[in-house]
């Protein structure tokens, strides 16, 4: 599903522009501007790819092809590895919701840490507030939510419990 920041590429008849979707070992599932998805093999020099990545992909039989080339990414969002560095985790990401709740426990730090890594990959962040309903027994939780409302990050209310 190609996304607003690029056209669909035809090459010619055996290529084309696709996403990844799915990833697992030296084999990535792709689709199509069509919705179609076609399991790939990776070429050697292409094992970083990740799901939002935007390939050419060539193909070799029915339902099967190989991913040829890897298009330039707009966004990544990567994550620390002990000893290694940063490892990307998806690619050309417009953006993120992050899910949080109540219970079992509110993490500011865990929101902070994810918005941080929103921030520095540009990716636009909104906060969804699970369990919506259950605030009245966390008023401090309330509070802090207003702080980062302030601070201009859109927060979604949600409960499957109607209030």
């Known amino acids: 599903m190609p996304n607003n920041h690029s056209k669909t590429v035809f090459l010619d008849e055996t290529r084309e522009e696709a996403v990844v979707v799915s990833r697992f070992g030296a084999e990535a599932d792709v689709e199509l501007a069509s919705g179609v998805q076609v399991r790939c093999h990776l070429r ?4 970083n790819l990740v799901c939002g990545d935007r390939v050419i992909y ?3 039989t029915a339902g099967k092809g190989v991913i040829v080339k890897h298009l330039k990414r707009f966004s990544v969002l990567e994550r620390p590895i ?5 490892k990307p985790i998806a ?9 949080v ?6 993490s500011n730090l865990i929101l902070d840490k994810y ?3 929103c921030e520095q ?3 636009a962040p909104m906060i969804i507030f699970n369990k919506s309903d259950r605030l009245v027994d966390y ?8 702080v980062f409302s302030r601070l201009g990050y859109p927060i979604i209310m949600t409960s499957v419990v109607e209030s």
């Open 44 to 47: 050697r020099k292409l094992q």
């Open 82 to 86: 002990r000893y290694q560095g940063l």
């Open 121 to 123: 990959a540009k990716i």
């Open 115 to 117: 918005l941080v890594a």
């Open 139 to 146: 008023p401090e939780i309330e509070e802090q939510l207003k």
């Open 101 to 106: 709740s109540p219970e079992p426990e509110f």
């Open 91 to 99: 690619a050309n990401i417009d953006q993120i919701g992050i899910v």
């Open 58 to 60: 060539e193909k070799k």
